[in-house]
């Protein structure tokens, strides 16, 4: 195995353990890790994506096996999710996303603050007819492609902060994003046309190795340190992104 293999296992892996474990951070980690060790920004999204299919697959039915899906919150976050995945990877083919992240990065660091509020105070149920499920998933699908990143963060913290079921929304969201994640890659190979993405080989080993971990943290860690995590990872990487 290579030094350059062997980096992006351990790349995947860690990406991989927190993004199953906590619902979200694959591409904002995985993406801002392979700019650090100097692979170049279009090679490091194309890379993100093409791995996601693999390891949103694997923790899925990881989290599936687990019991952590909610199959009705995964029909009616799948379809919005899918489409705003497409409509955003077909105008990043022809716009600059660059401008709307300041935003976005600010509503997250709101979200992780209340939801880390939630973890302190008594929450309330809320039932997966929320009205508000299908718009969340098209906005994160929409914000993911755009963003190398941003399905979790958007979805996972929006019904978190709404009341939902944590272990339930980190496993729904996890087995949804594979749907996602394949939508979205198709748009940007139609568009743009096949990348390099032979480097992404060793992050799909290390994310595939990850999953089953992730979702077994989900399973057996209690619901308050989970909340705590989440919003610590959600507040900290919008704040990187923002600065």
Known sequence: M?????????IGFFAQIVDGALGLAFGVLTTTSLLAVGVPPATASAMTHATECFTTAASGLSHAYHRNVDWRLVARL?????????????????????AIEPF???????????ILY???????????????????GG?????????????????TSTLLGRGHDLKKVIGSTNLTEFAVTVVISITFILALGWSELSSAVGLIIGGVLAAPFGAL??????????????????????????F
Do not use: E, H
């Open 2 to 10: 290579t030094a350059d293999l062997l980096l992006f296992v351990v």
């Open 78 to 98: 799948a379809p919005a999710g899918m489409i705003g995945g497409a409509i955003g990877a077909y105008l990043l083919s022809n716009i600059d996303a660059k």
């Open 104 to 114: 976005v990065s600010v509503y997250l660091i709101a979200v992780g603050v209340f």
């Open 118 to 136: 939630k973890a302190f105070s008594p929450s309330w149920p809320r039932d997966v007819r929320d009205w508000i499920i299908p718009y969340v």
């Open 139 to 155: 906005a994160g699908g929409l914000l993911d492609a755009m963003g190398g990143g941003g399905w979790g963060p958007i979805v």
């Open 217 to 242: 943290l989900v399973k057996r860690l209690p619901t308050k340190p989970l909340m705590i995590a989440v919003s610590l990872v959600i507040a900290g990487t919008a704040t990187m992104r923002l």
